[in-house]
């Protein structure tokens, strides 16, 4: 009797059950990102002192900077232990799409790395004086753009996985993708703030992350084939 092939579900939740074994082990290590948010966070406002209203009209800019700097530190880690402990060649000769594959690392690690940090963005916000009326454009402008941070650093990660340092690199690289997400997330929080309706801003990053699902994995199994062959 012939074992079924697995399925792209069962693909996924193997993946997923594997990834979270290997948070827990190195559960230290995954707080990093989300702590470095915390200490950017921190150090502005400290830096404005008590100048509320300045620390309030910065205020989105800095939880976008912060969500930003603090994926990028945990960027070198999407596929770097893989390719170090040969599982990528195994991913590639699986009988699933690679892309899927891909896919599936990505948002785990989004999940793992972003996730806390938006979830204590009403907090976050709190500390910097964020006026409450400003809060759901910003956390609905962090739901939608830093998954596409996550696929675009995915595809940026993948592109340097044959490197062995390659984390300035990595960062000259995935900046100049970033920003156009950080001008539009933060500034519809800006465009919120003057009164004026901010769906513009958020209706293209949700197309860019729309694009990004569909494309970014399909260009980051594709640089990893080239990196691997």
């Known amino acids: 009797m012939s074992t079924p092939l697995p399925t792209l579900a ?9 990834d979270l074994r290997l948070l827990w082990r190195r559960r230290g290590d995954a707080l ?9 966070i921190v150090l502005f406002a400290l830096a404005l002192g008590s100048d509320a ?8 800019g800095v939880l976008w900077v912060a969500a930003l700097l603090s994926g990028l530190l945990a960027l070198d880690t999407l596929f770097r232990g893989d390719a170090d402990d040969g599982s990528l060649e195994q991913w590639m000769l699986a009988p699933v799409p690679l892309a899927w594959l891909v896919l599936v690392r990505t948002v785990s690690h989004w999940a793992t ?3 806390p940090l938006l979830l204590a963005t009403p907090l976050l916000a709190e500390l910097l004086g964020l006026p409450r009326a400003q809060l ?14 996550s696929l675009l650093g995915a595809v940026v990660a993948a592109l340097t996985i044959g490197m ?11 900046l100049p993708l970033y920003v156009p997400v950080l001008v539009f997330g933060a500034g ?9 309706d901010p769906t513009g801003g958020l209706l293209l990053l949700g197309a860019g992350l729309a694009a990004a699902v569909v494309l970014a994995p ?12």
């Open 10 to 18: 069962g693909s996924a939740r193997a993946l997923i059950a594997r």
């Open 32 to 40: 990093q990102p989300a702590l470095f948010a915390l200490i950017v």
């Open 53 to 60: 209203a300045m620390l309030a009209r910065v205020a989105p």
């Open 113 to 115: 790395t972003t996730l």
């Open 136 to 149: 759901p454009v910003l956390l609905v402008g962090l739901a939608l753009g830093t998954p596409l941070l």
């Open 164 to 174: 062995r340092r390659s984390g300035i690199l990595l960062a000259l690289l995935a």
């Open 188 to 196: 519809s929080v800006a465009i919120s703030a003057q009164g004026h």
């Open 218 to 229: 399909v260009a980051a199994a594709a640089a990893i084939r080239i990196a691997l062959t």
